[in-house]
């Protein structure tokens, strides 16, 4: 199993989490590709958080592609 498409939506939290973390994000949709094809996951990932958005984004790819190498 792959990952074909991914799309992750970020923010920014007011307050700050733990006045550190001041983004968020969050897996909005999510296809991956096995042998029987294309698929839309429909699971629930909690969010990531980080000091940047790009440190959220990056926590959040990593959560997704540990998930699909554990499938």
Do not use: C
């Amino acid at each position: 199993m792959e990952i074909d498409d991914i799309i992750i939506v970020t923010n920014e939290m007011f307050p700050p989490l733990l006045r550190k973390y001041k983004y968020f994000a969050a897996v909005q949709v999510l296809y991956v590709v096995d042998e029987s094809g294309r698929h839309k996951i429909d699971k629930s990932f909690r969010e990531t958080y980080g000091e940047t958005k790009e440190e959220a984004i990056e926590k959040m790819q990593q959560k997704v592609r540990d998930w699909v190498k554990s499938q």
